[in-house]
């Protein structure tokens, strides 16, 4: 069946340090995946899109990876501040563009 | 900066009863989706829409369900009649059309409780 796994447990971690979060999929193709943010009660924001033929995309603090072998997308946040705390959903296209979200990943930044 | 718009933020029903959601999307933009999220679990596709008719939906999006954009700005959620299980945030998105113009930018949400 297809999967989109994103940990479920939040993630702490201090003020200056990078967070990484992590995106397991499996039985899908898709052409890029991208990266939104989630505040609680808010829609999802976008943050980045990374292509199945690129490896690597960056935003300023955001840095994403695309492993089409290993199934898997990276993204890290560096420097990372308590204004980054949120939740931040993987999602991938197939066929006709629809988004396909996992569940997300809370990341809770400490001052 | 242009944004995805939803109205009303918050609307209560009774089971039963027949809402409509509304959106604003961004006014260049050529696709058109609904989303929903239950609380506590992950955004789930409802429908596309594209050239004045229904590109995909999905197993959720069932008779009870419709989508319509009247104007050349509007794009609205209709429910028929309500069940207890519709409650939960919906969400308007929209994009460009374009090879290279996958991006979906999503509105604020409506938060729907059926009582």
């Known amino acids: 069946s297809q999967k989109i796994e994103q940990n479920s447990e939040a993630l702490n971690i201090q003020e200056g340090k990078t967070a990484t979060l992590t995106c397991n999929y499996t039985?899908?193709?898709?052409?890029?995946l991208q990266w939104y943010r989630q505040d609680p009660g808010r829609g999802p924001v976008f943050l980045l899109l990374?292509?199945?033929?690129?490896k690597e995309k960056r935003k300023e603090r955001l840095k994403v990876t695309f492993d089409t072998t290993l199934k898997q997308s990276l993204f890290h946040i560096t420097a990372s501040q308590p204004a980054d705390s949120a939740t931040y959903l993987c999602?991938?296209?197939?066929?006709?563009?629809?988004?396909?979200f996992g569940t997300g990943t809370r990341l809770l930044v400490s001052p | 900066e242009p944004e995805v718009t939803q109205t009303p933020s918050h609307q209560v029903t009774q089971m039963g009863q027949e809402v409509i959601l509304r959106c604003v999307p961004i006014?260049?933009?050529?696709?058109f989706y609904w989303y929903r999220q239950i609380l506590g679990q992950k955004v789930e596709f409802l429908v596309s829409?594209?050239?004045?008719?229904?590109?995909?939906k999905s197993e959720i999006f069932d008779d009870q369900f419709s989508v319509e954009r009247p104007d050349g700005s509007n794009f609205t959620l209709k429910i028929r009649s309500t069940k207890l299980e519709d409650s939960a945030m919906y969400f308007c998105?929209?994009?460009?059309?374009?090879?290279?113009?996958?991006?979906?930018?999503f509105g604020p949400g409506t938060r729907l409780l059926v009582l």
């Open positions: 990374i292509r199945e033929n690129e």
């Open positions: 999602a991938l296209t197939t066929g006709f563009q629809k988004l396909v």
């Open positions: 829409f594209y050239n004045n008719e229904i590109s995909e």
């Open positions: 039985n899908y193709s898709p052409a890029y």
């Open positions: 006014s260049n933009h050529l696709y």
């Open positions: 998105a929209s994009r460009l059309a374009g090879a290279t113009q996958e991006t979906q930018y």
